[in-house]
T-cell receptor
Framework: SAVISQKPSRDICQRGTSLTIQCQVD?????MFWYRQQPGQSLTLIATANQGSEATYESGFVIDKFPISRPNLTFSTLTVSNMSPEDSSIYLC??????????FGPGTRLLVL | KNEVEQSPQNLTAQEGEFITINCSYSVGISALHWLQQHPGGGIVSLFM???GKKKHGRLIATINIQEKHSSLHITASHPRDSAVYICAVTASGGSNYKLTFGKGTLLTVNP
């Protein structure tokens, strides 16, 4: 199984600033995803993090707002840029391992004031 | 557009009760997932199924492909089962890992 850690686990930020969330996996995985869960809403896929190339974004999400890096098979970052209170959410990293099993991280709880 | 609807939205039970959470979806799927989310936000995958029934401990998940419906059952519920239970599906023909999620069912089990 894959064990996922996310940093930070929670943060409170001022509007207009940016926050980078890290996702670290204890084994090499084939796919990595970033999800957002706004208060009272369903989880929504932001993008697929591709190793060594630009992430693939879902409709409604753009690279300027949510730049993503994935330098290797075990690590990815998601940056929430120029934050507003509407960005207050739980951000989740998810991975698929070589056995094609999907795992979810512990989440990063973000509050933007 | 694939909609995933869960019922009930909130459920309160007494310890020991049998619990059922329902999930309906609107398009053909390749798989359905049941997930558990604890208050801190982290998510654990409970089941992935595409037909029939699966059992793990006190948890049972069933799916009826023709009726586009799945249920999650918890037998002999316990306060530690208190969490949000989320149903998610992957649409037929799409990536196996692009999930559409329901809004979740908040379960509270009182001692």
């Amino acid at each position: 199984s894959a064990v996922i850690s996310q940093k930070p686990s929670r943060d409170i930020c001022q509007r207009g600033t940016s926050l980078t969330i890290q996702c670290q996996v204890d084994s090499q995985v084939t796919m990595m995803f970033w999800y957002r869960q706004q208060p009272g809403q369903s989880l929504t896929l932001i993008a697929t993090a591709n190793q060594g190339s630009e992430a693939t974004y879902e409709s409604g999400f753009v690279i300027d707002k949510f730049p993503i890096s994935r330098p290797n098979l075990t690590f990815s970052t998601l940056t929430v840029s120029n934050m507003s209170p509407e960005d207050s959410s739980i951000y989740l990293c998810s991975v698929v391992d070589r056995a094609e099993t999907q795992y979810f991280g512990p989440g990063t709880r973000l509050l933007v004031l | 557009k694939n909609e995933v609807e869960q019922s009930p939205q909130n459920l309160t039970a007494q310890e020991g009760e049998f619990i059922t959470i329902n999930c309906s979806y609107s398009v053909g799927i390749s798989a359905l997932h049941w997930l558990q989310q604890h208050p801190g936000g982290g998510i654990v995958s409970l089941f992935m199924l595409s037909s029939g029934k699966k059992k793990h401990g006190r948890l049972i998940a069933t799916i009826n492909i023709q009726e586009k419906h799945s249920s999650l059952h918890i037998t002999a519920s316990h306060p530690r089962d208190s969490a949000v239970y989320i149903c998610a599906v992957t649409a037929s023909g799409g990536s196996n890992y692009k999930l559409t999620f329901g809004k979740g069912t908040l379960l509270t089990v009182n001692p």
